[in-house]
């Protein structure tokens, strides 16, 4: 598996140590001539000041690299699914949500819907309507994000 520091280190960015478990470097989401950029290694996690933008390895790699949540994951992680389960429960030791992994992995489609001119109201009902599922397996999971990556793929 590969940790935030590996995914910076491949993309080029220059990491400083800025203290324990911290790093800082040029953001590579936005043009800035200040370090804005933090890394966290113990939490494998990141944060920007300049832009905000913040999240773990996954969602740096699918704003870096223009990839779906599943694409990262199998970046990172290699085809199971269950690997990044694993670890989550492991470092977590909480339940998963499986809802919070399919909003992250249908939140970057749903703005890519939206800028290219698809209907707000529509997008945001079917958003709406993926709140209100029940998932308590990676089988379920794997069925819904296939399902409403599908539905926004065909919003007119």
Known sequence: MKTIIDICNEHGIELKKAGINKYQALCPLHSEDTP??????????????GCR??????????????????????????????????????????????????????SPVAREMIGNGKSLDKILNLLYNLDNESISTQEQFEK?????????????
């Open 53 to 106: 933008a913040g999240g773990d390895a996954i969602e740096l790699l699918m704003q870096l690299d223009d990839v779906s949540f599943l694409e990262a994951k199998r970046i990172l992680y290699g085809e199971n699914l269950e690997d990044y389960i694993k670890d989550r429960i492991k470092t977590r030791e909480k339940p998963i949500n499986y809802k919070l992994l399919l909003n992250k992995g249908v």
């Open 36 to 49: 804005s950029f933090t890394i966290y290694s113990d939490s494998d996690s990141f944060f920007c000041w």
């Open 144 to 156: 819904k994000y296939k399902e409403y990556i599908n539905k926004l793929r065909s919003l007119k």
